[in-house]
């Protein structure tokens, strides 16, 4: 990389989990509905995710993130949306 390449630190999207994908987990004792992922590109090319969700019984408490689990749907589900994001980023009309 050359100094006047920028140095691009993070490469991240959200993604709403449709709702027949939505699942719940618990975290110490409470359980969490999680709808959102925040997926990375990491350096290396492969992509990393974390679930979020909130408290099943409603309430102001913490959003708090999950593993995702290895399920087809939801792996299909971030790989799109990376594919997705990728094709909205290499079509960007710069600042608007």
């Known amino acids: 990389m050359s100094e006047d390449e920028p140095l691009v630190s993070a490469l991240a999207i959200n993604v709403t989990v449709p709702e027949q994908l939505r699942w719940t987990d618990t975290r110490r004792g409470q359980a969490f509905r999680l709808d959102t992922l925040n997926v990375r590109l990491l350096k290396d090319g492969h ?50």
């Open 47 to 96: 992509l990393a995710a974390k679930a979020y969700g909130r408290p099943v019984e409603g309430g102001r408490g913490a959003y708090v993130s999950f593993p995702v689990p290895d399920r087809p749907e939801l792996t299909a589900l971030v790989e799109a949306a990376a594919s997705r994001a990728a094709a909205s980023w290499a079509a960007h009309r710069g600042l608007g």
